[in-house]
């Protein structure tokens, strides 16, 4: 309970503390680059997850195009989002559930839309495929992008599964922009978990 305490509290203090930089870029977004509004969200995804020593191995990059890419990365653990931003360090945008709480969270929200992330409705396969289209476009205009196929956390599904099925269309954004599709597989995270449930 302290860990998700700590961890929680983090965020809260970290995003507020960047609100300025947040008007800042409202104000005047073609002063700043890409690079330079994800920068934020990978230096608190590090922050966040050396504040609770969790520490990272990452092996691969190397082999990552030198392109905008589609990564394609497995879910155990909520921290995963967490885990991805804090080991791409190129400027990525995310596919996330059209959830109340993720479209409606202060400030979060705003970082999400400035970072191009796309919210997809899992009930309206038509609105899905406007989603699917929006991440595509995003990719076709230099900018990569993650989405977690599976749809839920793996082990919600199945308890015993390493990975589970893939929902219908998660692909469908790199056939759309013909852009290369990286596997970023997230390992022994499902247990870091444990500790920072509200």
Same mark, same amino acid.
């Given at each position: 309970?302290?860990?998700?305490?700590?961890?929680a509290?983090?965020?809260i203090?970290g995003f507020?503390?960047?609100?300025?930089?947040l008007?800042k870029i409202?104000?005047?977004?073609?002063n700043?680059?890409?690079?330079?509004?994800y920068?934020?969200?990978?230096k608190q995804?590090?922050k966040?997850? &050396?504040? !609770?020593? =969790? /520490?990272?191995t990452?092996?691969?990059k190397e082999n990552?195009p030198?392109q905008p890419?589609?990564?394609i990365?497995?879910?155990?653990?909520?921290l995963?989002s967490?885990?991805?931003?804090s080991?791409?360090d190129?400027?990525i945008?995310c596919?996330?559930?059209?959830e109340?709480?993720?479209?409606?969270?202060?400030?979060v929200?705003?970082w999400?839309?400035?970072? &191009?992330c !796309?919210? =997809? /409705?899992r009930q309206?396969?038509k609105?899905?495929?406007?989603?699917i289209?929006?991440?595509?476009n995003?990719?076709?205009?230099?900018?990569?992008?993650?989405?977690?196929?599976e749809?839920d956390?793996?082990?919600?599904?199945?308890?015993d599964a390493?990975?589970?099925e893939?929902?219908n269309?998660?692909?469908k954004?790199?056939?759309?922009?013909?852009?290369p599709?990286?596997p970023f597989? =997230?390992k022994?995270s499902?247990?870091?978990?444990e500790?920072?449930?509200?």
């Amino acid at each position: 309970m302290f860990n998700y305490l700590k961890f929680a509290t983090y965020q809260i203090f970290g995003f507020s503390c960047s609100i300025p930089k947040l008007n800042k870029i409202k104000k005047n977004p073609d002063n700043f680059t890409n690079k330079e509004i994800y920068d934020f969200l990978h230096k608190q995804a590090e922050k966040s997850l &050396k504040l !609770v020593n =969790i /520490n990272l191995t990452i092996k691969g990059k190397e082999n990552i195009p030198n392109q905008p890419v589609l990564f394609i990365c497995n879910h155990s653990s909520m921290l995963d989002s967490f885990i991805l931003f804090s080991s791409v360090d190129r400027p990525i945008g995310c596919v996330v559930a059209d959830e109340p709480v993720w479209r409606s969270m202060p400030i979060v929200s705003s970082w999400a839309k400035l970072t &191009k992330c !796309v919210y =997809i /409705n899992r009930q309206n396969n038509k609105e899905g495929i406007k989603s699917i289209n929006e991440a595509a476009n995003n990719i076709l205009k230099g900018q990569s992008m993650a989405v977690f196929p599976e749809g839920d956390l793996t082990w919600v599904k199945d308890p015993d599964a390493i990975i589970s099925e893939f929902r219908n269309g998660a692909l469908k954004i790199a056939y759309k922009s013909k852009c290369p599709i990286v596997p970023f597989v =997230i390992k022994n995270s499902r247990h870091t978990y444990e500790g920072y449930q509200p």
